[in-house]
């Protein structure tokens, strides 16, 4: 396996335990403060701003941090890798330690939410590349 393919793969790792970590603490928060008082769609809603910097931060620290070439597979990769991690916890979460079916769990979501959740999740596996796409349109004015 080359170093970038290791490369990728750890900034995949790195990226997805940035945007979990902080995920994980907003939902500390917003479970037990914002739920009971404006209902789950309202406070996830409200949270979907917050990991949208985290994403966009996140992003730009790995692509740094692990020197990734502006390459569309690399950054892409990196994005995808991330997701993959991202989705299997949310799943082990939901089934194993909520003791949940992965149908239950899909229903439950709110359709509003649950549809900007998704949106979410395609921007937190593009985002790597997006970032290598914005620097460099600053770059070249």
């Not at 949310?90 to 229903?107: C, F, H, N, W």
């Amino acid at each position: 396996m080359s170093t970038l393919c290791l490369r990728t793969i750890k900034a995949g790792m790195a990226y997805f335990s940035l945007a979990f970590g902080a995920g994980f603490i907003m939902g500390a928060i917003r479970v037990p403060f914002l739920v009971p008082r404006l209902g789950e769609r309202s406070a996830e809603l409200i949270e979907m701003p917050f990991m949208l910097v985290v994403i966009v931060l996140a992003a730009r620290f790995i692509t740094q941090r692990f020197a990734l070439p502006a390459i569309t597979l690399v950054r892409l990769s990196t994005g995808l890798v991330a997701l993959a991690l991202l989705i299997a916890a949310e799943l082990m979460l939901a089934v194993v330690l909520q003791d949940r079916s992965l149908g239950d769990y899909v229903s439950s979501r709110d359709p509003v939410s649950g549809s900007v959740y998704l949106a979410m999740l395609v921007l937190f596996a593009a985002m790597p590349l997006l970032i290598s796409r914005l620097r460099f349109g600053r770059d070249a004015a």
